[in-house]
């Protein structure tokens, strides 16, 4: 599961849960970008940090890990480039699933080198209940062949990072949208104040 994760959250959470009993995964590597080429706009917490925040969240789950691939690459990092990467390593012999919100999914076509992309991995999309899948979306995953792209329901979860972030600067409640731990990071920290 890729993203910023900045910080991480609930909503990562449970989706990374769901799909691991759902797809009958062995484990869920959450990889936290390098410098994200869509978010460039925005000043994105050191990826020093954000690694750090994934661990804490993650570190009573025993099939959850954190992977350090994309955040120690000085430059953008790109799903493509990491896949490979991964496929010559320590996970050469996996069959790779890409978990991601359909948020990101619609995004797809704007990514590196898709197509090559659906030739290593497929995707599992996160929806919300009551979520429907539009026919032209799935017509225009199926140029990259069929059934690369499963969607699967998670609860209804309206936690983003960005409103988290923006509750932080503006000193309103974050409590129960990210676990206590990454809470006492951010503020010991002085992440997202300024
Ligand atoms: P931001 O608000 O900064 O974009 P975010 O909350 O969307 O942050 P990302 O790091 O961008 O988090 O997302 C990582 C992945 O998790 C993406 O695939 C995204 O679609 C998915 N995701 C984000 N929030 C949720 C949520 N509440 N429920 C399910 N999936 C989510
Ligand atoms: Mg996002």
Request: proline letters at 6%; charged letters at 25%.
């Amino acid at each position: 599961m890729g993203g910023t994760f900045d910080p991480i959250h609930y909503g990562h959470l449970v989706t990374a849960e769901e799909a691991f009993v759902r797809f009958k995964l062995d484990r869920v590597i959450f990889i936290p970008s390098g410098m994200p080429p869509h978010k460039s706009e925005r000043k994105v917490a050191d990826g020093a940090h954000r690694f750090i925040m994934a661990q804490m969240a993650t570190i009573t789950n025993p099939h959850f890990d954190v992977s350090r691939i994309e955040v120690d690459e000085k430059g953008p990092t790109y799903t493509v480039d990491t896949l490979k990467k991964l496929k010559v390593g320590e996970y050469k012999d996996a069959e790779l699933i890409f978990i991601t919100g359909a948020d990101a999914i619609l995004e797809i076509f704007t990514w590196k080198n898709p197509a090559e992309l659906f030739t290593m991995c497929r995707f599992a999309a996160a929806t919300r209940p009551g979520y429907v899948v539009s026919e032209d979306l799935l017509k225009s995953l199926d140029k990259f062949g069929t059934g690369k792209v499963d969607f699967f329901e998670v609860p209804a979860l309206a936690i983003s990072s960005t409103d988290i972030r923006r509750r932080v600067k503006e000193g309103r409640p974050v409590r129960y949208l990210l676990p206590d731990e990454v809470i006492s990071y951010i503020s010991k920290n002085g992440l997202y104040s300024e």
